[in-house]
């Protein structure tokens, strides 16, 4: 049978964005038009409450568990052809966090959502910044047209020179705020106006526009739309998969404006599923065995059940409920029969999922960000940034009557994820655990942004830590008190052993057979 000719189309993607600039708006925009869900507003609530309403509330509540909306699915049916897109949600509404770091290595682009009076802010650049480690295309949203804002040549400006890449403008704003007529698009020369009416123009001199936009309005426009076309870089498609270009698109999330450009832009012009790299070999789609990996876990809500969900990015081949996959880690044979999917109808069990889709697997805490599932070969994923920390910091405080302030906000952060706190058990300086360096820039900035601490980081003995248990509770006491330098304590309480390098830790734990040292903490 060849697969291939039923292989459907896949877009799976990630919004970015600052707080504010509107992603949750144009999520929602989103998810209306493909019909994921019928009413406004669902998707609005923030944090852990935030969920698009669906049909896998159902699923939540006889399982005991929260997927809330981590993958948010719909599809677009046009000229009988169905592209389906996998919406991925940055979790954590407003963190670079290490949530956020691995759901982006699940996405084959992403779309930049600006506010147009804001241009590129701090968050956006973070979350940029990790797109473009992994080379991920991206398409710009600038948003609030209907609102005053930035001229569209200084936002285009700003774009290409604080992220260094070339910005090629799609459609082009005729006013902006009060001024605001319609989106005019520069390929096609269609006018598109407020309520969903199009108007095709001969060109920028169709007298069309003398009407559309009086007292001598349209001659400034004229101007700068011949601008736009002849002074940014032409649209390449090759260029904008490279990640080398931004296709930019002007619009309002709040009145529904130039969001179905964007998705018109994503479907024909954003990549389908990539190669995945992996060792020894990547990983390309069109192969017939499946392969994908864990990005994501999610615990619980409620601490009585054991349950997790595993987001699984499929990377290869076409998955069939009841497949057996083995977690190569651990050479663990698992029957996947009650994957979750998260259609935009249908969510409890689709029958079968292809590459680029997510499939969210319940678990008892076996499978772990980072595991790699095949239906046997040996395969890694690799770029998936693990649970343990990587880069382990003391904090240095500016002021030190802010102790108290600085504990708080950390405290705040590492529920959220954003980083780890460990006490060690001799001194008070606390250690601040990431996965990479711009988790720390991005703690310094929110810690003066919204808790006014000045604090540093200074270098911390220790390179790497893990979390330790024994069978028997007498044995981790013996070992904590053998090794009481090198001891500290998670937020939970729980007992973490802190190493000088890899070297040491395979040293310790090798020569404590009785505790168990785990990369991963649990989450409650
Ligand atoms: P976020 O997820 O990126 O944080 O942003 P969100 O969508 O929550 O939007 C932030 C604010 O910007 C909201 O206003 C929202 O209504 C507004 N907004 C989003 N898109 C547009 C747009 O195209 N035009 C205009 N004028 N405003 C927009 P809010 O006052 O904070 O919340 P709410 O009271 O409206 O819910």
């Avoid at 935009?344 to 889709?357: H, I, M, Y």
């Avoid at 009481?484 to 190493?499: I, K, S």
Wanted: with cysteine.
């Amino acid at each position: 049978m060849n697969t291939s000719l039923a292989r459907p189309d896949r877009r799976t993607f990630a919004i970015i964005s600052h707080p504010d600039a509107g992603k949750t708006t144009l999520t929602e925009k989103l998810l209306l038009h493909g019909g994921a869900i019928h009413a406004a507003g669902e998707v609005k609530a923030r944090g852990q409450n935030r969920r698009a309403r669906s049909d896998w509330m159902k699923i939540e509540q006889q399982r005991g568990i929260s997927v809330t909306s981590s993958v948010m699915t719909f599809e677009r049916t046009q000229g009988g052809h169905t592209t389906t897109f996998n919406l991925l949600d940055t979790p954590g509404h407003e963190d670079f966090s290490e949530d956020t770091y691995r759901t982006l290595t699940a996405v084959d682009s992403a779309v930049m959502v600006i506010d147009a009076a804001r241009g590129i802010e701090a968050q956006t650049r973070k979350l940029f910044e990790v797109c473009r480690l992994r080379d991920v295309p991206i398409m710009t949203f600038v948003n609030k047209v209907d609102r005053e804002g930035l001229s569209p040549f200084a936002l285009l400006d700003e774009i290409a020179d604080k992220l260094a890449l070339d910005v090629c403008p799609m459609v082009w704003p005729m006013g902006m705020g009060n001024e605001f007529v319609g989106l005019y698009d520069l390929t096609t020369h269609q006018v598109l106006l407020p309520g969903g009416e199009t108007r095709q123009m001969s060109g920028f001199d169709d007298p069309q526009l003398d009407v559309l936009l009086p007292n001598g309005r349209a001659a400034a426009f004229r101007e700068e739309a011949e601008l736009a076309s002849a002074g940014y870089a032409a649209f390449d498609v090759d260029s904008y998969r490279a990640g080398n270009l931004t296709p930019v698109y002007f619009g309002s999330a709040l009145r529904e404006f130039g969001v179905d450009a964007l998705i018109d832009a994503l479907e024909a012009h954003a990549p389908p599923p990539r190669p995945q790299p992996a060792t020894p070999r990547a990983v390309t789609p069109d192969e017939p065995t499946v392969a994908g990996f864990v990005f994501k876990v999610q615990a619980n809500m409620d601490p009585q059940h054991r349950d997790r969900v595993a987001f699984m990015r499929l990377c290869s081949g076409k998955f069939k409920r009841g497949m057996k996959l083995k977690q190569i880690s651990t050479g663990k044979v698992i029957a996947v029969h009650s994957p979750i999917f998260f259609f935009a109808r249908e969510r409890e069990l689709a029958e079968e999922a292809w590459p680029g889709d997510i499939i969210g697997i319940p678990n008892h805490g076996a499978l772990r960000v980072g595991d790699t599932l095949t239906e046997g070969e040996a395969i890694t994923f690799t770029g998936i940034p693990n649970f343990a920390p990587e880069i382990l910091r003391r904090v240095k405080l500016g002021d030190p009557t802010k102790t108290k302030q600085l504990r708080n906000a950390l405290n705040d952060m590492a529920e959220e994820g954003v980083t780890q706190i460990f006490r060690p058990l001799i001194g008070s300086n606390w250690i601040v655990g990431v996965v990479g360096q711009l988790q720390l820039e991005v703690l310094i900035s929110r810690l003066q942004a919204e808790y006014k601490v000045d604090a540093g980081f200074e270098p911390s003995p220790w390179e790497t830590a893990r979390w330790l248990s024994a069978d028997d509770p007498a044995k981790l006491e013996a070992f904590m008190a053998d090794h009481r330098a090198a001891m500290a304590e998670d937020r939970d309480g729980a007992p973490v052993y802190m190493a000088r390098d890899a070297w040491e830790l395979n040293y310790t734990s090798q020569r404590n057979p009785d505790i168990r040292f785990t990369a991963t903490r649990e989450r409650h």
